[in-house]
């Protein structure tokens, strides 16, 4: 515990504010550098290579070519398609709750 102040160093509060300054500067110096040596080094992070797509993407694709179709149209008519299916769901389900609700008139006492 005694060799503790040798490794870390004095506390702040233990310093002159010479030294706090002085040890601040040398910090800031140190970080600096660092950061532009990061920024400015030649190779960048390592990119990752584009996968061969799979089994299924490769049958989608060439059944889409087949069509004459981009994936972003296939997109956009899927789309469409679940929003039509939603609507016709909702559609379905609201007349059988009209239906569950309109009775034959006779209630059960």
Same mark, same amino acid.
């Given at each position: &515990?005694? *060799? +503790?102040?040798? =490794?870390?160093?004095? #506390?702040?509060?233990? &310093?002159?504010?010479?030294? +706090?300054? @002085?040890?601040?500067? *040398?910090?800031?110096?140190?970080? =600096?550098?660092?950061? %532009? !040596?990061? /920024?400015?080094?030649?190779t960048?992070?390592?990119? *990752? &290579?584009?996968? *061969?797509p799979?089994p299924? %993407? #490769?049958?989608?694709?060439? #059944?889409?070519? !087949?069509?004459g &179709? =981009?994936?972003?149209? /296939?997109? !956009?008519?899927?789309?469409? /398609? %679940?929003?039509?299916?939603? #609507?016709?769901?909702?559609?379905? @389900?609201?007349? !059988?709750?009209e ?11």
């Amino acid at each position: &515990m005694n *060799k +503790l102040p040798r =490794t870390i160093g004095l #506390a702040p509060s233990e &310093m002159t504010s010479d030294e +706090l300054e @002085e040890k601040l500067r *040398k910090e800031r110096e140190r970080v =600096t550098s660092g950061l %532009e !040596e990061y /920024f400015n080094r030649p190779t960048k992070r390592p990119t *990752k &290579m584009p996968s *061969k797509p799979s089994p299924i %993407e #490769a049958k989608l694709q060439a #059944a889409l070519d !087949e069509l004459g &179709m =981009t994936i972003e149209e /296939f997109r !956009e008519v899927k789309r469409e /398609f %679940e929003e039509q299916r939603r #609507a016709e769901q909702q559609e379905l @389900e609201s007349e !059988e709750e009209e239906s569950d609700d309109t009775g034959d008139g006779e209630e059960d006492l």
